[in-house]
């Protein structure tokens, strides 16, 4: 078959982009972005994906040149651009101002690569760097406000886009891959049940005549990894546990039981290690800190199962519901940098996976296909659209804090912001505790900024735009968000908090509402998951926390929206949850991933 060969150079975007190419039937292959051009002799086409680097730097990952004498085309995407661009004498130094999120761009030439595309189209950058003069031969066909945002050289069939084409926010952007893969001639007869009989025939192979110990959340991915190592290996050799952390939402653990069971799956165990997890995390408010100990845990006590069960490792594998984000996040590929440690990543795993001891059969994969397989393998829809739900579960959403922590020099930046957000009739306030985002492939730890006024007047579309600028200017803030309930903050204030069993309960309550809605109004498919988030702050002198909505709409997790909900269900909802006793304010979050993450932690 002909495939077209994605190089990867970190990031976030390469398996993103093998992934859109299978979208469109096509079939692609992933390299080390350092690849030797005879591994690439047969493939129809070659797409440098985007990565965190700067193509200058001495140290920087590069491709080998003889790739361009391939004779095939050639398609760079933002850091891939640049390097594209840079290989063929083209000068690329950093951007006069950081870009980060959605921009129109002007087409100038709708052929080849751009054919059908309209005159100005919405394209979605995260770069620092750009290419400031073109190499010999090339064209710019793609421009925004002093970018070169696509350049192509015609007679070789090599085009460089600094906007990502992969991200769904790109909104031709399959389009153009499209017209991209047409170039290449390639074959598009790739289905989702040629990867499922791959994959089992590659579980056979690499379980031989062992057997496969298992976690299982209930979520999607554990559920369709188990069911598919099932479907390989048979149920017998298929051992499958879901540990009680304590993290789970409210009846959770019953909930997951009974499906498993209606399910079929015979062989599920569980533990209730609650208890455990809690003693372990007393006075940990670090995020990274939590979630290690959370990682180790879960190994812990699989290990206690293995002990009590007498299983001889020499005949077991680890099998693990990994999917491509979680890899990519924790910086397990090769050129990626960390954004936060998946809990199916931590270094014991790391070194039982060098080791062979570890199987996990949707690693390649993004959540729309798990679905996909999940659906072919029979699963319920119920439990295929289940909302993803994060390892560490509702521990990762009950953010702690051990003393206040403002930027430096917070209110001179309030000032700042504040006249920023005059003419929308806003005020914002820094808010004393930090939450994890993402910018540029990197990981950030900053603070988020509160919006008070008229909020509920301000449509979100110019929300979008009034959060996207604020955290490209002000390097303080990684995500902004609304105060809905009340309407205005007068005093904050922190309050020492660890994860602890009442404050997980308070969340659960506000998290059933949440769920409760979801299923009320139909919105579980439109909204693509929606986390509940606890913050150790009471507003306005009233003791008790705040809770934070934060629903998003995505296809795959890299990048998500923030959910545009209607504004009298936003109002209802806030109000229930406001009506909880111990919360004291509710807030909405309007920040797009990047430059926030989904979860807080
Ligand atoms: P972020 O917060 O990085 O999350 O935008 C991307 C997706 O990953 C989920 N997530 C996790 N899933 N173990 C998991 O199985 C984890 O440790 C973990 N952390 C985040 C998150 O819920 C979202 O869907």
Same mark, same amino acid.
């Given at each position: 078959?002909?495939?077209?060969?994605?190089?990867?150079?970190?990031?976030?975007?390469?398996?993103?982009?093998?992934?859109?190419?299978?979208?469109?039937?096509?079939?692609?292959?992933?390299?080390?972005?350092?690849?030797?051009?005879?591994?690439?002799?047969?493939?129809?086409?070659?797409?440098?994906?985007?990565?965190?680097?700067?193509?200058?730097?001495?140290?920087?990952?590069?491709?080998?040149?003889?790739?361009?004498?391939?004779?095939?085309?050639?398609?760079?995407?933002?850091?891939?651009?640049?390097?594209?661009?840079?290989?063929?004498?083209?000068?690329?130094?950093?951007?006069?101002?950081?870009?980060?999120?959605?921009?129109?761009?002007?087409?100038?030439?709708?052929?080849?690569?751009?054919?059908?595309?309209?005159?100005?189209?919405?394209?979605?950058?995260?770069?620092?760097?750009?290419?400031?003069?073109?190499?010999?031969?090339?064209?710019?066909?793609?421009?925004?406000?002093?970018?070169?945002?696509?350049?192509?050289?015609?007679?070789?069939?090599?085009?460089?886009?600094?906007?990502?084409?992969?991200?769904?926010?790109?909104?031709?952007?399959?389009?153009?891959?499209?017209?991209?893969?047409?170039?290449?001639?390639?074959?598009?007869?790739?289905?989702?049940?040629?990867?499922?009989?791959?994959?089992?025939?590659?579980?056979?192979?690499?379980?031989?005549?062992?057997?496969?110990?298992?976690?299982?959340?209930?979520?999607?991915?554990?559920?369709?990894?188990?069911?598919?190592? =099932?479907?390989? #290996? !048979?149920?017998?050799?298929? *051992?499958?546990?879901?540990?009680? &952390? %304590?993290?789970? $939402?409210?009846?959770?653990?019953?909930?997951?039981?009974?499906?498993?069971?209606?399910?079929?799956?015979?062989?599920?165990?569980?533990?209730?290690?609650?208890?455990?997890?809690?003693?372990?995390?007393?006075?940990?408010?670090?995020?990274?800190?939590?979630?290690?100990?959370?990682?180790?845990?879960?190994?812990?006590?699989?290990?206690?199962?293995?002990?009590?069960?007498?299983?001889?490792?020499? =005949?077991?594998? #680890? !099998?693990?519901?990994?999917? *491509?984000?979680?890899?990519?996040? &924790? %910086?397990?590929? $090769?050129?990626?940098?960390?954004?936060?440690?998946?809990?199916?990543?931590?270094?014991?795993?790391?070194?039982?996976?060098?080791?062979?001891?570890?199987?996990?059969?949707?690693?390649?994969?993004?959540?729309?296909?798990?679905?996909?397989?999940?659906?072919?393998?029979?699963?319920?829809?119920?439990?295929?659209?289940?909302?993803?739900?994060?390892?560490?579960?509702?521990?990762?959403?009950?953010?702690?804090?051990?003393?206040?922590?403002?930027?430096?020099?917070?209110?001179?930046?309030?000032?700042?912001?504040?006249?920023?957000?005059?003419?929308?009739?806003?005020?914002?306030?820094?808010?004393?505790?930090?939450?994890?985002?993402?910018?540029?492939?990197?990981?950030?730890?900053?603070?988020?900024?509160?919006?008070?006024?008229?909020?509920?007047?301000?449509?979100?579309?110019?929300?979008?735009?009034?959060?996207?600028?604020?955290?490209?200017?002000?390097?303080?803030?990684?995500?902004?968000?609304?105060?809905?309930?009340?309407?205005?903050?007068?005093?904050?204030?922190?309050?020492?908090?660890?994860?602890?069993?009442?404050?997980?309960?308070?969340?659960?309550?506000?998290?059933?509402?949440?769920?409760?809605?979801?299923?009320?109004?139909?919105?579980?498919?439109?909204?693509?998951?929606?986390?509940?988030?606890?913050?150790?702050?009471?507003?306005?002198?009233?003791?008790?926390?705040?809770?934070?909505?934060?629903?998003?709409?995505?296809?795959?997790?890299?990048?998500?929206?923030?959910?545009?909900?209607?504004?009298?269900?936003?109002?209802?909802?806030?109000?229930?949850?406001?009506?909880?006793?111990?919360?004291?304010?509710?807030?909405?979050?309007?920040?797009?991933?990047?430059?926030?993450?989904?979860?807080?932690?």
């Amino acid at each position: 078959m002909d495939k077209i060969a994605v190089l990867d150079f970190g990031g976030q975007y390469a398996h993103l982009i093998a992934n859109r190419v299978r979208r469109l039937g096509a079939y692609s292959e992933i390299f080390d972005g350092e690849t030797p051009a005879e591994k690439l002799h047969g493939y129809k086409g070659i797409i440098f994906s985007g990565g965190p680097q700067s193509v200058y730097e001495h140290d920087s990952v590069k491709c080998d040149p003889k790739i361009l004498e391939l004779g095939v085309p050639i398609l760079g995407i933002c850091y891939g651009h640049q390097l594209l661009a840079f290989m063929q004498g083209a000068k690329v130094e950093p951007a006069h101002m950081r870009e980060f999120g959605l921009t129109e761009m002007k087409v100038l030439k709708a052929e080849g690569v751009f054919k059908g595309l309209g005159p100005n189209e919405t394209v979605w950058m995260s770069h620092g760097d750009s290419v400031k003069q073109l190499p010999p031969g090339y064209e710019v066909i793609g421009e925004t406000p002093g970018e070169h945002a696509a350049i192509a050289n015609f007679s070789k069939n090599f085009y460089g886009f600094q906007f990502h084409v992969e991200v769904v926010h790109t909104v031709h952007g399959q389009k153009i891959l499209k017209n991209f893969l047409d170039l290449c001639g390639a074959d598009f007869s790739w289905k989702i049940d040629d990867y499922i009989a791959q994959e089992i025939a590659a579980i056979q192979k690499t379980v031989g005549d062992k057997k496969v110990f298992m976690m299982v959340s209930g979520g999607v991915d554990s559920t369709v990894a188990f069911a598919l190592l =099932e479907k390989a #290996l !048979g149920p017998d050799r298929v *051992y499958g546990l879901f540990v009680d &952390t %304590g993290f789970l $939402r409210l009846n959770e653990r019953e909930q997951v039981k009974t499906a498993l069971k209606d399910l079929g799956f015979a062989n599920l165990h569980i533990r209730d290690e609650s208890k455990r997890y809690f003693d372990s995390l007393q006075g940990k408010y670090d995020p990274e800190a939590k979630r290690k100990i959370i990682g180790d845990l879960f190994l812990e006590v699989q290990q206690d199962v293995a002990d009590d069960l007498k299983l001889n490792p020499d =005949e077991w594998l #680890l !099998g693990q519901g990994t999917i *491509y984000p979680d890899t990519i996040e &924790t %910086g397990g590929t $090769r050129h990626a940098a960390k954004i936060k440690t998946h809990h199916n990543r931590v270094p014991q795993i790391e070194e039982l996976m060098k080791k062979g001891r570890i199987i996990e059969p949707l690693a390649q994969l993004y959540k729309d296909e798990v679905r996909e397989v999940g659906e072919k393998l029979g699963l319920p829809q119920a439990m295929v659209w289940r909302h993803p739900f994060p390892g560490p579960g509702l521990a990762v959403r009950c953010l702690c804090a051990h003393e206040e922590k403002y930027p430096e020099h917070h209110t001179l930046v309030e000032k700042k912001i504040d006249a920023f957000l005059k003419p929308y009739k806003l005020t914002g306030k820094i808010l004393p505790i930090q939450s994890v985002g993402v910018q540029g492939d990197y990981r950030t730890y900053r603070h988020p900024l509160a919006l008070m006024g008229a909020v509920e007047t301000c449509d979100f579309d110019t929300l979008d735009k009034i959060a996207t600028r604020l955290v490209n200017q002000f390097k303080e803030i990684n995500r902004v968000i609304l105060t809905i309930a009340p309407n205005k903050i007068d005093t904050l204030k922190v309050q020492t908090k660890y994860l602890t069993p009442d404050r997980i309960q308070l969340l659960q309550k506000a998290d059933a509402k949440v769920s409760e809605f979801l299923v009320k109004h139909h919105l579980q498919r439109e909204i693509w998951q929606f986390p509940t988030v606890l913050l150790p702050l009471s507003v306005n002198r009233e003791s008790g926390e705040c809770v934070v909505l934060r629903p998003v709409s995505s296809e795959e997790a890299m990048t998500a929206s923030f959910y545009r909900m209607d504004q009298k269900l936003l109002q209802d909802l806030c109000k229930q949850i406001f009506e909880i006793p111990g919360i004291t304010a509710v807030f909405y979050d309007v920040t797009n991933k990047p430059p926030g993450t989904i979860e807080w932690e």
